[in-house]
Antibody, heavy 124, light 108 residues
Framework: QVTLRESGPALVKPTQTLTLTCTFS??????????VNWIRQPPGKALEWLAL???????YYSTSLKTRLTISKDTSKNQVVLTMTNMDPVDTATYFC????????????????WGRGTLVTVSS | SYVLTQPPSVSVAPGQTARITCGGN??????VHWYQQKPGQAPVVVVY???DRPSGIPERFSGSNSGNTATLTISRVEAGDEADYSC???????????FGGGTKLTVL
């Protein structure tokens, strides 16, 4: 069974750095085609894609947030870590990790499995 | 950046058909995917590649895509279908994975 689970602090202060961990099972990021993403959703707002890391350790970031984001993987632990620097109250959101199985055209890729998300509140 | 527009809410009586639209410039040329979100649960893909259903998703869920509008259709709506539904595409001119604003489906 494939599962993903997000973990991290529920509350961070403005200007702090957020570190989130996605722990997954049922697949390996050493397997060709496997990708793990981070996606967030502010309360009452739309989903927003943040970052992707693939089996080959290629990394892609949201254009608007790329200066603040770092994504990395630890394949021995089946974990993907996202750090976001200089947190602001507008970054308050539920953060999800989600898998893409890269097959066919890049334009056809979609998120086939998600975690339940973790709510992060940014407040002093 | 590429924008996807969804109605904020759709209401339907049990047993009726719900249609949730997703508008975008020439969206018919893209692959559209639909996700269902229930409170406290992981989002679930209900339709991918415009009209394909993952295993385990009822046949009541279907999708279409043409011109500037993609549509998720839920036939014979049940109380358990009440959720938020979001469309998603890939776009080369902006952040690659783009989501619509989401539509709350209410079963009356």
């Amino acid at each position: 069974q494939v599962t993903l689970r997000e973990s991290g602090p529920a509350l961070v202060k403005p200007t702090q750095t957020l570190t989130l961990t996605c722990t997954f099972s049922g697949f390996s990021l050493n397997t060709s085609g496997m990708c793990v993403n981070w996606i967030r959703q502010p309360p009452g707002k739309a989903l927003e894609w943040l970052a992707l890391i693939d089996w080959d350790d290629d990394k892609y970031y949201s254009t608007s947030l790329k200066t603040r984001l770092t994504i990395s993987k630890d394949t021995s632990k089946n974990q993907v870590v996202l750090t976001m620097t200089n947190m602001d109250p507008v970054d308050t959101a539920t953060y999800f990790c989600a898998r893409i199985v890269a097959a066919g055209l890049l334009s056809d890729w979609y998120f086939d499995l998600w975690g339940r998300g973790t709510l992060v509140t940014v407040s002093s | 950046s590429y924008v996807l527009t969804q109605p904020p809410s759709v209401s339907v009586a049990p047993g009726q058909t719900a249609r949730i639209t997703c508008g975008g410039n020439n969206i018919g040329s893209k692959s559209v995917h639909w996700y269902q979100q229930k409170p406290g649960q992981a989002p679930v893909v209900v339709v991918y590649d415009n009209s394909d259903r993952p295993s385990g998703i009822p046949e009541r869920f279907s999708g279409s895509n043409s011109g500037n509008t993609a549509t998720l259709t839920i036939s014979r709506v049940e109380a358990g279908d009440e959720a938020d539904y979001s469309c998603q595409v890939w776009d080369s001119s902006s952040d690659p994975w783009v989501f619509g604003g989401g539509t709350k489906l209410t079963v009356l």
